[in-house]
């Protein structure tokens, strides 16, 4: 039966403000958002029969119905109601629970290429609709823009074009539970948010608005985060900061071979993850 492989890029956030705690426990937030070329393989195979298979094969991802990504072919062949199931392989490349998006990106990845392999049609707003009932970052990554973020990552807006700039992912593999980093935030006062440039000519420009709020809790609790920071600008790094919730830090480079070089350094004898990625 029909069949798609399909990249589902990381992400790398180059804000993040934590706006306000909501009544219902999460928060509003407001990021700038980029994905990158570092990307796990999904292959779909539609079937005759009804049913979903997930198999993924990596330490702390689960197969079958706790995976993100068969929550996503559940909702698309609900809509269809084609008595048809789906086989779904996921090649991981992205490091998991590590700020990149890996889950979510499989899950818009896998709603997308099931539209196409159903023939449903549906559109992006309705796909983004839909995502945001598997999680907060699922809409972003059927958007496939560079884009601001709002509420808790589902009002979407464009970003101004960015320069490409290359990326070095480095995680050193601690285990960071998103649930307790937005637990043990302190929130200050959030009434005079800094204004977002409009215009990015620049690597510089891009770096000029670097932030995360979310580096207050892990940074004291995980030093090895400023570290690993602290080397990437040693190295040559424009601008390093955490993506989401952590542990992975990235480091903007203007070229390949200083990037490589700064991997070469971090890496020479921690074991760490690392990966040298260009924006998309
Ligand atoms: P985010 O930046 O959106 O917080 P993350 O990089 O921190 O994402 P993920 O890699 O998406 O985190 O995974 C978070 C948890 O979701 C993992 O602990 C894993 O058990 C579960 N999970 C379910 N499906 C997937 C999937 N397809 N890929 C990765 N993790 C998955």
Redesign the pocket.
């Known amino acids: 039966m029909k069949s798609l492989t399909l990249q589902a890029p990381a ?1 790398v956030n180059y804000r993040l403000d934590v706006i306000r705690r909501r009544p219902d426990g999460y928060h509003d937030l407001r990021m700038v958002m980029q994905r990158v070329n570092l990307c ?1 393989m999904i292959t779909i195979t539609l079937t005759e029969t009804p049913g979903i298979t997930v198999t ?1 094969g990596k330490n ?3 197969d079958g119905p ?4 068969w929550k996503a072919a559940k909702a698309l062949l609900d809509l269809a109601d084609q008595g048809v199931g789906a086989v779904i392989d ?1 090649a ?1 490349n ?11 990106s ?2 818009a990845t896998v709603l997308m290429g099931m539209n196409e392999l159903l023939g449903l049609q549906l559109s992006e707003q309705r796909l983004m609709e839909i995502g945001l009932t598997l ?1 907060a ?1 699922v809409p972003f990554f059927v958007f496939q823009k560079p884009a601001l973020a709002e509420g808790v990552g589902e009002q979407l807006a464009p970003m101004p074009a960015m320069p490409p700039v290359w990326v070095l992912l480095v995680n050193p593999g601690v285990h960071v539970s ?1 649930a307790w980093v937005y637990r043990s935030l302190q929130l200050t006062n959030r009434d005079g948010l800094a204004k977002l440039p409009e215009l990015f000519r620049s690597i510089e420009d891009i770096c000029s608005i670097f932030s995360n709020d979310l580096e207050s809790v892990t940074i004291p609790a995980f030093p090895v985060i400023a570290e690993i920071k602290e080397i990437m600008l040693r190295e040559g790094a424009a601008g390093a900061m955490m ?3 952590g542990p992975t830090v990235f480091g903007l480079f203007r070229d390949r071979e200083s990037a490589e070089r700064a991997r070469a350094v971090l890496t020479a004898d921690t074991g760490w993850f690392a990966a040298v990625a260009e924006t998309i």
């Open positions: 992400k796990d993924c702390g991802v689960p706790g995976n993100i990504a996921i991981k992205i490091p998991v629970a590590a700020g990149l998006g890996g889950g979510s499989d899950a999680g970052d998103t993506s989401g919730s």
